[in-house]
RNA sequence: GGUUCCGUGGCCGAGUGGCUAGGCAGAGGUCUGCAAAACCUCCUACAGCAGUUCGAAUCUGCUCGGGACCUCCA
C-alpha cells in the first residue's frame, strides 16, 4: 500500500507524512471564533480534518485532536457596537460576553454534531488559557522579542525576521508589505507596522478583560493558538490545521511567536483548506454573502432553493479536493443530494447481499476491476486526502453492486474474498473514514413498521389486480415524501425524498 | 502595487505528458400492471495564441478573464 503523503504548506511540498513520535499524532486544528454563528464556510474544514482525523484513526494512529474556541479577546461581539450608540439603557438587556459565548458555542457544537463531526480529543478555550497566553507573552519579551506600551505588548516582527524565516508559510516579505494607510487601532504605539499585539489594554468600556502584568486587558489575536497548541501537543506538534485564509496574519504570528518561546517551528505539517465561495466569491463577512448552516438546513435564505441536509453538504464538500475552491450552488448541492441518496441505497443494498459460500466461477475481469478499484481508493486517500478521487471510485463500483442486487449479475461474479474486500471497503471509507451515515427516517422507531403494514397491504390488493388500491398506497406516500419501489423479486422497497 | 492560485463538456468537479475520472442534468433502450428505482448505451471538454515534444488539458512564453492573501476572516 501507497504511503500517506500530504501537501505541507510550509513547505509547498507534498511530503510523506512521518509523525514525530512513531504511531502518534498530534494535531491542532484552529477553531471557530464563537462570537457569532457558523456558516457554510465554517463548515469546510471542520468537515474536512474531521476526515484527516478520521483517516489518521483509520490508519491505526493514535491521535490527540485538539481544536480550540476563540471566546476571547479580539472580536467585537454582533451588534453590540451598534447597540451602544442606541441606548445605554440596552446595557441590562444585553446578554452578558459568557452569556453569548455559550450560547454560540453550544450552537457549533449542535452543527458539528448534525455533520457527524467526531469530537475532538481537546477543546480548550482562550478564556480558560489566559495564564498561559500571559506566561508566553512574558518568555517573548524576555527573549527580547516583544515590547510594552501603554499596557500592550506588540510582537517585533523586525526583529524576528532578522533571524527567522518570517513569511515562510505565507509567502511574504516584510518589505513588500503594502504600505496601509488605514488607522488601526493602536498602530501609532507599534514601532513598525507589521508587527502585531499579544496584549491588548482594555479600553474603560470593553468589557471582557484580564489582569496582566501589563495592566488590564485581553490577548491578541494569535497568542492563544500558541499557547494551547503549545500546552497541550508540545513545542513541535505533527499538523496544524485551518483555513487558507488563516495563513496570513495568524499562522505566520504563530510560528514567530512559538519559534522564539519554543526554539522550533511550532507544526511540521500545516494543512490548508480552501475556501467556499458564492458567484465566485469568497463566502465571509466581507462581501456579506454567507449562509448559516441553520439556513442550509432549513432552506431558508434567499439564495437557497430548497433546505439541504447536512449529510449533504458533507458529501457536497467531499466531492471536493480540499484545497481547491468550492463554489456555492443550488445546481451542486442537489446533484450531490441525488449522488449521495444513489450511492447510499447501493451501500444498504451491498449489505443485504448475502457473501456468496464459496467461489463458483467467479468473473475474473470484475474481480479484477472491483480490486483494483477497492486497492486505488487507498493511493488516492493516501495522495493527500483526495476524497473526490475516492468518491469516483465508489461510484464506479456502484452500478456492480446494484446490478448484483438485481440479479443481472450473479453474485458468485465476485470471489469470496472480493465480495469480503468489497463490504469493508464501503464501511469503512463511507462510515468511518468520510463519517457519512443514513439520514432515513425510518431507521429507528415505528415508522419502518408502519411503512411494512402498509407495503402488506398493497401487495395484497396488487396480487387481486387492484391496481386503484395499490396505487393508492404508493401515491399517498409518495405525497408524503415517501418513495415504493417493487423490486424485481417481488419485495418493496422505500426511500425518503 | 506585492505575493499567489485558478480558468475543464449544460451545471459541479478529479486529473499535471500518452490510458473513458466521477456526480447531476439531457437523449435512447431494458425491466415493469403502471410508476419509480436500477441497469445498458450515447453526449468525449480542457480560456485564447504561440512554442517544446513522436505525443499536451497536463511543460514553457505571451494575452484575456476570475479569485485569494497583504485588514477581521474557515
Redesign the pocket.
Known amino acids: 500500500m501507497s504511503e500517506l503523503k500530504v501537501l505541507n504548506s510550509y513547505t509547498?511540498q507534498k511530503e510523506v507524512f512521518t509523525p514525530i513520535t512513531p504511531g502518534h499524532v498530534g494535531m491542532y486544528v484552529?477553531g471557530?471564533?464563537v462570537s457569532g454563528e457558523s456558516h457554510l464556510?465554517?463548515a469546510?474544514?471542520f468537515i474536512t480534518f474531521d476526515v484527516i482525523y478520521r483517516y489518521l484513526l483509520h490508519l491505526g494512529y493514535k491521535v490527540r485532536y485538539v481544536r480550540n474556541i476563540?471566546d476571547a479577546g479580539?472580536?467585537e461581539e454582533e451588534g453590540r457596537a451598534a447597540e451602544d450608540k442606541i441606548s445605554n439603557k440596552a446595557v441590562l438587556e444585553k446578554l452578558e460576553p459568557m452569556e453569548l459565548v455559550q450560547k454560540y458555542t453550544n450552537l457549533f457544537h449542535w452543527a458539528m454534531l448534525q455533520f457527524n463531526n467526531l469530537e475532538p480529543s481537546i477543546e480548550p478555550t482562550a478564556t480558560g488559557h489566559i495564564v498561559e497566553q500571559i506566561e508566553m507573552i512574558k518568555a517573548i519579551i524576555d527573549a527580547g522579542y516583544a515590547y510594552e506600551v501603554n499596557g500592550s505588548v506588540y510582537f517585533d516582527v523586525k526583529k524576528y525576521a532578522e533571524h527567522y524565516p518570517y513569511g515562510k508559510l505565507?509567502?511574504?516579505?516584510l518589505d513588500?508589505?503594502?504600505e496601509?494607510t488605514?488607522d488601526?487601532d493602536g498602530q501609532d504605539e507599534k514601532r513598525d507596522?507589521a508587527d502585531?499585539a499579544l496584549w491588548k489594554a482594555a479600553p474603560p468600556e470593553h468589557i471582557m478583560r484580564w489582569v496582566s502584568p501589563w495592566g488590564e486587558g485581553f490577548p491578541g489575536?494569535h497568542i492563544e493558538c500558541s499557547a494551547m497548541a503549545t500546552k497541550y501537543l508540545g513545542g513541535q506538534f505533527d499538523i496544524h490545521g485551518?483555513?487558507?485564509?488563516?495563513?496570513?496574519?495568524?499562522h505566520e504570528s504563530e510560528i514567530a511567536q512559538s519559534t522564539i518561546c519554543n526554539k522550533e517551528v511550532p507544526a511540521r505539517y500545516w494543512l490548508h483548506?480552501?475556501?467556499?465561495?458564492v458567484n465566485?466569491?469568497?463566502?465571509?463577512?466581507?462581501?456579506n454573502n454567507q449562509i448559516k448552516l441553520t439556513e442550509m438546513f432549513s432552506g431558508s435564505h434567499p439564495l437557497l432553493e430548497q433546505a439541504y441536509s447536512p449529510m449533504t453538504i458533507r458529501f457536497f464538500i467531499l466531492?471536493?479536493?480540499y484545497r481547491?475552491?468550492?463554489?456555492f450552488?443550488n445546481?451542486?448541492l442537489?446533484?450531490?443530494e441525488?449522488?449521495l441518496k444513489?450511492l447510499w441505497?447501493?451501500y444498504e443494498n451491498l449489505q443485504k447481499i448475502e457473501t456468496p459460500q464459496s467461489d463458483a466461477q467467479p468473473d475474473e475481469a470484475l474481480n479484477k476491476k472491483v480490486n483494483d478499484l477497492l486497492s486505488e481508493m487507498d493511493d488516492n486517500m493516501n495522495?493527500d486526502f483526495?476524497t473526490?478521487?475516492v468518491?469516483?471510485n465508489i461510484?464506479?463500483i456502484?452500478?456492480v453492486i446494484?446490478?448484483i442486487?438485481?440479479k443481472?449479475i450473479p453474485a458468485t461474479a465476485l470471489s469470496v474474498e472480493t465480495f469480503n474486500r468489497l463490504k469493508k471497503y464501503f464501511h469503512d471509507y463511507l462510515e468511518s473514514i468520510f463519517g457519512l451515515r443514513s439520514e432515513n427516517e425510518a431507521d429507528n422507531g415505528k415508522l419502518g413498521g408502519v411503512l411494512d403494514l402498509l407495503i402488506d397491504i398493497r401487495k395484497d390488493a396488487?396480487s387481486r389486480k387492484d391496481?386503484a388500491t395499490?396505487?393508492r398506497i404508493?401515491n399517498q406516500l409518495q405525497e408524503l415524501g415517501i418513495?415504493?419501489?417493487?423490486?424485481?423479486d417481488g419485495s418493496v422497497g422505500y426511500t425518503f425524498q
Open positions: 509547498r484552529c471557530p471564533t464556510g465554517h469546510r474544514p476563540t479580539h472580536f505565507s509567502g511574504r516579505i513588500e508589505q503594502l496601509t488605514r488601526l507596522k502585531f489575536w485551518g483555513g487558507m485564509d488563516l495563513q496570513f496574519p495568524h483548506n480552501n475556501m467556499i465561495t465566485g466569491k469568497k463566502m465571509g463577512k466581507s462581501y466531492q471536493t479536493h481547491s475552491t468550492l463554489d450552488g445546481e451542486a442537489q446533484a450531490a441525488k449522488g444513489r441505497e447501493a495522495d483526495n473526490a478521487k468518491l469516483a461510484f464506479e456502484v452500478p446494484n446490478s442486487k438485481d443481472h396488487r391496481y395499490s396505487d404508493r418513495l415504493l419501489k417493487d423490486e424485481k
